[in-house]
C-alpha cells in the first residue's frame, strides 16, 4: 500500500501485491491455516484498492474517457462482485470445505478485473489524461488507502459523495477491529 508513483503505477502496484498473496495462498495445501492469513492480507489491500478507486479513479474516468460512465459503471460492478464474495470468505475458516471455493471465485473475479483495467482502462487514461493529473491521481489515491477501510462492507455507497465520507470512519473501525483480532497477522 503507498508505492508512489502516478495513479496507474501506484494501482498497478497493488495488482502485482494481491498477486502475490494469491500466489501464497495457491502454494499451500488445502486447510492449511495460513492460506486464511494470507487471503485476509489480499481482502484488506482489495478493499482499500477499491475504495481508493471508487473514490478517484472511476470520477476520473467519467470525466476524462469517451464511454466513461459505461466503463465506471462495470468496474464498480465488478468490485460489487469481488466484495460480496469477500464478505462470504470473510466468516471462513481455512479448512472450512466453502473457503477454497470462494477463493477461487475471489481469484478469478480479481483476476478478471486487473486483466481489463490494465489492458484497456490504464492504457485509455494514459492517453485522456495529463501526467500532472495522473501524479495528482496518484497522491489521492495513496492517501485515500491510508483511512478506506479493511474489511468488505457490500452495503456502503461506493460513488462519491457518499463513499468518500463514510469510508474514512469505517476504516478506523476495521484497522480497531483489525488490531484487536490479529487479522492479517501470522502468528
Not at 471465485?105 to 486487473?114: F, G, N, Q
Amino acid at each position: 500500500m503507498g508505492h508512489g508513483g502516478d495513479v496507474v503505477d501506484e494501482l498497478v502496484a497493488d495488482h502485482r501485491e494481491v498477486e502475490e498473496f494469491f500466489g501464497r495462498i495457491e502454494a499451500l495445501p488445502s486447510g492449511h491455516k495460513d492460506r486464511k492469513v494470507h487471503a485476509d492480507q489480499a481482502v484488506m489491500e482489495l478493499i482499500r484498492h477499491s475504495v481508493a478507486e471508487e473514490e478517484y479513479l472511476y470520477p476520473a474516468v467519467r470525466e476524462h474517457l469517451v464511454n466513461g460512465n459505461t466503463m465506471a459503471d462495470r468496474e464498480i460492478e465488478d468490485h460489487a462482485e469481488a466484495e460480496r464474495i469477500m464478505k462470504v470468505l470473510e466468516s471462513c475458516e481455512a479448512d472450512d470445505p466453502e473457503f477454497d471455493r470462494l477463493v477461487e471465485l475471489l481469484m478469478r473475479e480479481v483476476r478478471a478485473h486487473i486483466a481489463d483495467e490494465e489492458e484497456t482502462l490504464f492504457p485509455q487514461l494514459r492517453v485522456a489524461c495529463s501526467a500532472k493529473t495522473l501524479d495528482e491521481l496518484g497522491d489521492k489515491v495513496r492517501t485515500a488507502k491510508k483511512t478506506a477501510p479493511t474489511r468488505p462492507h457490500p452495503s456502503a455507497p461506493d460513488t462519491p459523495p457518499m463513499n468518500k465520507l463514510l469510508a474514512p470512519g469505517a476504516g478506523l473501525i476495521d484497522r480497531l477491529r483489525d488490531a484487536l483480532t490479529g487479522r492479517g497477522k501470522q502468528d
